[in-house]
């Protein structure tokens, strides 16, 4: 175990630690590392009907290779990754630089801002499900306005998964506000007080100050928000649903995960798509650690 | 203290491995030997008929059920003081998810609701206790419930369920609608023509008013014309699929004919966005085919009330309608075999068929009850279900029928977007059916 001899005081107090953290960690372990360790297990696996499972070797793997379908779903995942993260990332800066002005009634923009986060998700999806409705929904209403005749939003191909993706980023903006403030808050006020003297505008300021110094923050905003733009799953469900005509083209991984794994029983190949997409997403968050030397600032 | 930490840490420690050891499952099936016990259930194994047991009794019932299930504890319970009625009751999403995990882990509910379409899947895994030896030793009889419904719950000769409720579908129309662009009401001599020819007066595009909904759905649509038209879904032995047929094609044909070529129903993309239910019930479309379990709801309906009649499916090639029906099953590990048998048999009897009919949600499967359910509305001729029994057909089944009923919605619906040709899609469906059947 311990290489080097520690006082008896010391054994005390490092056997104390490991007690308190003891709930913590036997938690992660059951529920988490226990779990992911089965994933990988049954991804070798076949399933049929219930839950009995034999060994399969590599015939799994195979089969993901050749899953058109799914290299599809790979597709849209990716278009809505590179859609929703920046736009998500873009947007919740700004909001955050005009929250941490001095305006009247800050409170109440942050509070609005902040309530797509609080709200579930399934109540998210069904009003912007009838805004997006083709035949009486309000987004159309307004274009008819305009004599356009609005499509079908959600029940469109072409429009499906970008419909999703402005509902995503509206939902996603009040969290990562809240990081980026605290971030805004952390930047001393005597840069800008220099920048003033030398009679900085606001928009250099911004531009020369506030985003250097915010890049470390905004480094951890967009690892996070890559992650869980991968794993886009809910409002694809919620609002699109396994019925639609467009589901084809808007479906993400985890959507055909949970098809796989729990339409079609076959737990099997779920599992050995969810560990792809595992590696996936690692690999895409090694990536950004190894970049983030090139640009993010640290004082 | 320390002592206390210690033991809390211990403590843990045997919960982990608990988990860990009782989560997995051994290669030839997902039996674990350190099921849990005392979940509502009595720890004992005697069943002295002193000692109470507790029944658990799972389903699906809607909030139109709960006072029948109320009524049928109760009347049972005084029957037999010696067991208790434990209900559980999951809405139908939930449903069949909760049942397999229990089935997994060997804690299935000792008596429960079993469908069509997933009966065969639980028989052939030795999942259902088999009822053959229980009715001969009882005397009871089976004549009381419609054939097909004791044949649907039949595996290998063996029967395994018994008959809970039915339902057929029919023409539901909206008279209002009718009446203001003077056409007659459908009734029972209609066939598909005449169908198509009142949809497409019904239609005012200024209105956005639809004759029909060309609803994709199976037992609701292209179930019934696809037999109407003397096509089928699953050959009679479950070897082979239909859907290529010429005659299933036709079926399939009518309902995307109604939006394509007649422009009388809302597009597949319009009836994602808002469903043809709701479409129907807001007077936005005149016809709908739907269930004999709507009665109740649209009867209800404030917009409806005074506007709904409903009429017999018209004639395809030949006259004809899908039937399913519930069934109540019970576990084969049961704990309590001779009781949950007891209950069983009473689920089954005329008194809670009669129960059934007071609350109208289903029609219930004990011949002769069906009568008080057709009274149950009587501005509604709900006789049209029970009078359609004559002609009606199975609803398709198979072993696995989930593996290819997936399969409907994801290529058939292309047929009714325009995606495919009717024909296109048949055969592609029938291609990936028969795969799916013959691994079987």
Known sequence: MMKRRLSPMK??????????????????????????IQTFYFSFTEWGA?????????????????????????????????????????????????????????????????????????????????????????????????????????????????????????????????????????????????????????????????????????????????????????????????????????????????????????????????????????????????????????? | MKRIFMLTLLALMVMVAGCSGGGTSSDDGGKTSTSTEGQGQTDSNTTDSKETVTITYAGWGTSGYKDAYAMIVKAFEEKHPNIKIKIEDTPNKQYWQKLETAANGDNLPDVFWMNGPRFMQYAANDML??????????????????????????????????????????????????????????????????????????????????????????????????????????????????????EAIEGIKFWTDLIHKYKASPTMAQMTDTEALNMFTSGKVAMLWEGSWNAVDFANNDYLKDKIGVAALPKGKQQSVVIHGLGHVMSKNTKHPKEAWEFLKFLGSKEVADIHTKTGVAIPAFNGTQDAWVKSQPNLDLQIFIDQLAYSKPYPVSKYTAKWSGLESDILKKAWSGELSPEEAGKQMAAKMNEALAAE
């Open chain 1, 11 to 36: 054994t005390q107090e490092w056997l104390w630690g490991y007690i308190f953290v003891a709930p913590l960690i036997l938690g992660i372990a059951v529920f988490y590392m226990w779990p992911v």
């Open chain 1, 50 to 299: 219930f839950n009995k499972y034999s060994w399969s070797g590599l015939k799994n793997y195979e089969r993901l290779l050749q899953d058109k379908v799914l290299w599809g779903a790979f597709r849209n995942t990716l278009v809505f990754v590179v859609w929703s993260v920046p736009l998500t990332v873009i947007f919740s800066i700004i909001v955050a630089a005009l929250l941490n002005q001095k305006v009247r009634g800050l409170t109440i923009y942050r509070t609005l801002y902040f309530l797509p986060v609080v709200t579930m998700p399934a109540a998210v999806s069904i009003v912007w499900k009838w805004l997006y409705n083709g035949d009486y929904g309000f987004i159309n209403y307004i274009l008819s306005f305009f004599h356009i005749q609005g499509p079908t939003w959600l029940s469109d191909p072409k429009f499906a998964l970008y419909a999703v993706i402005v509902v995503a980023v509206w939902m996603a903006i009040g969290n990562n506000m809240i990081i980026l403030l605290s971030g805004l808050q952390g930047i001393s006020s005597s840069y800008y007080e220099a920048a003033e003297l030398d009679g900085a505008g606001p928009f250099y300021k911004f531009f020369n100050i506030t985003l250097p110094l915010l890049t470390p923050t905004i480094f951890f905003v967009m690892v996070m928000q890559l992650i869980s733009a991968f794993q886009m799953f809910d409002l694809i469900f919620m609002m699109i649903g396994d019925k639609s005509i467009a589901i084809e083209s808007a479906q993400t991984v985890v959507f055909i995960f949970y098809k796989y794994a729990f339409l079609d029983n076959a737990k099997g190949y779920a599992s050995t798509i969810a560990i792809v997409l595992l590696v996936v997403i690692l690999i895409i968050t090694a990536i950004q650690m190894r970049l983030q030397k090139k640009w993010v600032h640290y004082e």
């Open chain 2, 129 to 246: 206790m088999p009822l053959g030896t229980l009715i001969k030793q009882d005397n009871y009889d089976m004549n009381n419930y419609p054939k097909s419904l004791v044949d649907l719950y039949t595996y290998d000769g063996q029967s395994y369920g018994i008959p809970k409720d039915f339902d057929t579908i029919g023409v539901w129309y909206n008279k209002a609608l009718f009446d203001e662009k003077k056409v007659e009401y459908p009734n029972a001599s209609w066939d598909w023509n005449k169908m198509i020819d009142a949809a497409q007066k019904l239609t005012d595009p200024a209105k956005g008013q639809w004759g029909i909904a060309a609803n994709f759905d199976s037992q609701g649509g292209y179930y019934n014309t696809i037999y109407q038209a003397g096509g089928y879904m699953i050959s009679d032995d479950k070897k082979s699929s239909g859907y290529d047929k010429p």
